[in-house]
Structures are given as structure tokens and as C-alpha cells.
């Protein structure tokens, strides 16, 4: 008894002084996730409490406790939104918007790691990278300025050179058939530097002898990118292309919001910017959140579908 007692006693002792150890390791880690833990707990977390006005009949002025004191109406917001003329216009324009970026915006990174990593010059390498890095930090606005700037119909640089080849200035900001191309276009020249550098840090991960027993092999450069590269990185496009799907229906509203206009919203108007006007234009904030909801709940079907099948058939997931 006595020597199962000391030993309790010299393991809690043991345990004692190896968490201390542990937390003088790590506790610099610790203080550094304070503030994101705080961001999330704040701005991510507490307002999902405002989730609840989805199902109540919310009154403005009642402020915080008139969420839980409002008429609890159920289900009545969604079956407005489905049964309104606008909820396949707008489900149809946010998926179309987000799948075309995904569609053009996912591979160009990866395309242009690839291309990067095999320049030789590091001069011209690191130059190119800085400069396809440089649109992502320029500011939405700016970006939707220059768009307006570009496709003025009548100084625009498009339309000055569809004049000069004889045709007519075309105001394409207008008419709601150039709205997509415009979106999805400006977005991949904006971000696509950016979301490369994890592919090239990918890339630069896989071990130099590999190349070199490629090339005693005698393997052109086009099948060291087939048969090396793009295996080597595969788990890496599987985990960001789930974490893309994630954002399928969450297309940037700033964006849609400063380059829309009453006349296009056939394919510009978007869940996100029709939230918008409901809540914060009409005060109707209990509908609002209720089409937002809709918008959260499939968003994580996609997530977690996607996540799921992609573990069943390449044992790569983000959980």
C-alpha cells in the first residue's frame, strides 16, 4: 500500500513538473493565439445568438432581448423566400458566379506554381511572383474603379479600341450578359498570384533528388510536371479545393455590390447582396436572416459532402 502511495505520489510530482515544462515551451504559442481566439469567440461565434431572429417576427427597436422576446413565427421567413419570384434567380446567380471563379480561378494558381518553380533565373522568378502578388492587396474598390475606368463607353481603353478596329463602344457594366465574364475575369487576375504561394511552397517541399533521378531517367520537363509535380502536390489541391467548395455560395458581396445595378440584376443579384437590401435597406431583419441561414446550412452540406467523398476515394480530408 505504501508503495502504491509513493508511487501516486512521485507520478503526480512527475506529471507536475512536465506540464510546467510543456507550458514554459509553449506558452508564448499560447499568448499568440489569444487574439484569434478572441476575433472568432467575438466576431464569429456570439453572433450566431442573432441566428434566432430567422424564426421570430423582429422588432428594431426592441434592441438585444427583443431577439428572444419577438413572436416566434417558425418556419415562416423560409417559405416566404422560396415561394418569393427571387429565390432562383438568386440561388441560381450566387452558385453560377461562385462556380465559374472556381472553375477558372482554382487551376490558374496551380498552373502558374508550376510555371514559376521552373524558371532557372531567380531574378526573373522572384520579379514575376512579386508582381502577380501585388493586385491581391489593392483594395476592392480600387479594383471595381479601374473595371469602370477599363469599360467606360466612352473612355474606356476596351471600347477606345473596339472603335479604332469599327465597331461601337459597348457599355458592358450595363447589360447583364457581360456581368459574369466581368466578375469572374477581374477575380483571377486579382487573386490568383496570391493563392499560389502555397502551391509553390508545395512545390519547392518535394526533395531535389527526385528531379535529378528524373533526368538520368532523361524526363522532359513536361513529365516531371505530370509524373512528379503534380503528384507530389495532389493532397495539397484536394484540401484547398475542399476549403473552395466551402465558399461555393459566398460570393464576394463588396464586389457584386459596388459593380451591380437595378438594370442587371438578372445575373448580378446575388443572396448576399438581395440579404443586404431585405436587412439593412428594408428592415426586415428577421427575414434577412433566415435567407442568410440558408445560404450558412448549404454552404457546410457542400463542405462536409465534399470533405467525406474525397476521404472515401483519396484518404485526403480536412478532418
Known amino acids: 500500500m505504501r508503495k502504491e502511495l509513493h508511487s501516486a505520489v512521485h507520478y503526480n510530482d512527475d506529471y507536475k513538473i512536465l ?5 514554459n515551451r509553449g506558452k508564448y504559442l499560447v499568448i499568440m493565439m489569444i487574439p484569434v481566439m478572441a476575433y472568432y469567440i467575438l466576431f464569429c461565434y456570439l453572433p450566431m445568438v442573432g441566428l434566432y431572429m430567422g424564426f421570430t417576427q423582429f422588432r428594431p427597436g426592441a434592441g438585444f432581448s427583443g431577439i428572444f422576446s419577438s413572436k416566434f413565427v417558425g418556419l415562416k421567413w423560409f417559405r416566404q423566400f422560396f415561394q418569393s419570384p ?4 438568386l440561388i441560381r446567380n450566387t452558385f453560377l458566379l461562385s462556380f465559374y471563379s472556381l472553375i477558372f480561378g482554382f487551376p490558374i494558381p496551380i498552373f502558374f506554381a508550376i510555371c514559376i518553380t521552373q524558371i532557372q533565373n531567380k531574378t526573373v522568378q522572384k520579379s514575376a511572383q512579386v508582381l502577380t502578388y501585388l493586385p491581391y492587396f489593392i483594395s476592392t474598390v480600387v479594383v471595381v474603379g479601374m473595371i469602370n ?16 478596329c ?7 457594366l450595363g447589360q447583364p450578359q457581360y456581368f459574369r465574364a466581368i466578375y469572374v475575369l477581374s477575380g483571377s487576375w486579382q487573386s490568383f498570384g496570391f493563392n499560389s504561394i502555397i502551391f509553390v511552397a508545395a512545390i519547392m517541399a518535394i526533395p531535389p533528388e527526385l528531379y535529378e533521378a528524373m533526368d538520368v531517367d532523361g524526363a522532359s520537363k513536361l513529365k516531371k510536371v505530370w509524373y512528379l509535380v503534380l ?14 467548395l466551402g465558399n461555393l455560395l459566398n ?12 438594370g442587371i440584376y438578372e445575373t448580378a443579384d446575388v443572396i448576399q447582396t438581395y440579404v443586404y437590401r431585405q436587412g439593412i435597406e428594408n428592415h426586415n431583419y428577421g427575414y434577412a436572416t433566415a435567407v442568410g441561414l440558408f445560404n450558412s446550412v448549404i454552404t457546410f452540406a457542400i ?17
Open 149 to 164: 475606368n477599363f469599360l467606360s463607353p466612352s473612355s474606356g481603353i476596351i471600347n477606345q479600341l473596339i472603335v479604332a
Open 86 to 89: 427571387y429565390a432562383f434567380r
Open 251 to 262: 460570393v464576394g458581396f463588396e464586389k457584386v455590390y459596388l459593380l451591380y445595378s437595378p
Open 303 to 319: 463542405v462536409f459532402l465534399s470533405n467525406r467523398f474525397s476521404r472515401k476515394l483519396t484518404e485526403t480530408s480536412v478532418w
Open 231 to 244: 503528384p507530389s502536390i495532389s493532397s495539397t489541391i484536394i484540401l484547398l479545393l475542399i476549403m473552395s
Open 19 to 23: 506540464s510546467k515544462r510543456n507550458w
Open 166 to 172: 469599327g465597331g461601337k463602344p459597348v457599355n458592358f
